[in-house]
């Protein structure tokens, strides 16, 4: 019993260049566009890497200059702590998120304000305040992972994009060529039928 052969085989044997007289032109143009498309979405993994690596460095210069910036206070709650809950929109799990009146002194001047505070944190107790350059509170530096994060982003959306393209490109093309052989088809099953005599419409 013949053995059928293996995929690896096969695909070889659907190269352009073979010497296949059975072959037809259309077949060739196909397996053409698949080994382009395959080398497209090859190259376009470095070209994403290469994307990704430079949100990443932005992202990570954004966020040094950023956190440079900010200044670290120390704050004593001057009022009642306020709890409430909030429903997380990832895991929708009920998270606790309490806040408090602040008040700070800095350079000779005080400052004020409504800001995030621990959930066990009550009148009196001690608070970091970041602040931003003009003084007013602003939320605490980011993390370096924050630009990693960015830069992977950033790869896989230009990766997903350009695998996108070339996939629709080639369903396009290959509905194209099914058309041709389905019209091909047809043309040359009437011309056998009237020259058999079948079809005498």
Same mark, same amino acid.
Do not use: C
């Given at each position: 019993?013949?053995?059928?052969? *293996?995929?690896?085989?096969?695909?070889?044997? %659907?190269?352009?260049?073979?010497?296949?007289? $059975?072959?037809? #032109?259309? /077949?060739?143009?196909?397996?053409?566009?698949?080994? $382009?498309?395959?080398?497209?979405?090859?190259?376009?993994?470095?070209? #994403?890497?290469? +994307?990704?690596?430079?949100?990443?460095?932005?992202? #990570?210069?954004? =966020? =040094?200059?950023?956190?440079?910036?900010?200044?670290?206070?120390?704050g004593t709650?001057?009022?009642?702590?306020?709890?409430?809950?909030? +429903?997380?929109?990832?895991? !929708?799990?009920?998270? *606790?998120?309490? !806040?408090?009146?602040?008040?700070?002194?800095? /350079? @000779?001047?005080? @400052?004020? #304000? %409504?800001?995030?505070?621990p959930d066990?944190? %009550?009148?009196?107790?001690?608070? %970091?305040?970041w602040l931003?350059?003009?003084?007013?509170?602003?939320?605490?530096?980011?993390? *370096? *992972?924050?630009?990693? @994060?960015? &830069?992977? !982003?950033?790869? $896989?959306? +230009? $990766? +997903?994009?350009?695998?996108?393209?070339?996939?629709?490109?080639?369903?396009?093309?290959?509905?194209?060529? &099914?058309?041709?052989?389905?019209?091909?088809?047809?043309?040359?099953?009437?011309?056998?039928?009237?020259?058999? @005599?079948?079809?005498?419409?």
């Amino acid at each position: 019993m013949a053995q059928y052969p *293996s995929l690896s085989v096969r695909i070889w044997r %659907t190269r352009p260049w073979n010497t296949n007289p $059975l072959m037809r #032109a259309s /077949d060739r143009f196909e397996a053409l566009v698949r080994m $382009l498309a395959v080398a497209a979405m090859l190259v376009a993994i470095p070209i #994403a890497g290469a +994307v990704g690596t430079a949100g990443y460095t932005a992202a #990570a210069a954004r =966020i =040094i200059a950023d956190n440079s910036a900010k200044v670290a206070v120390t704050g004593t709650i001057s009022g009642e702590v306020k709890h409430t809950a909030i +429903v997380s929109a990832r895991s !929708e799990m009920t998270e *606790s998120h309490a !806040e408090a009146p602040v008040r700070w002194n800095q /350079d @000779g001047r005080s @400052g004020t #304000a %409504t800001i995030e505070a621990p959930d066990t944190a %009550t009148r009196g107790d001690k608070v %970091t305040v970041w602040l931003a350059p003009d003084g007013t509170p602003t939320r605490p530096p980011q993390r *370096s *992972s924050v630009a990693v @994060g960015n &830069g992977i !982003e950033v790869g $896989l959306a +230009v $990766l +997903v994009e350009i695998w996108g393209a070339v996939l629709a490109l080639v369903a396009l093309i290959m509905w194209a060529l &099914g058309a041709r052989r389905r019209a091909g088809w047809e043309r040359e099953w009437r011309q056998t039928g009237w020259q058999t @005599g079948s079809d005498r419409r």
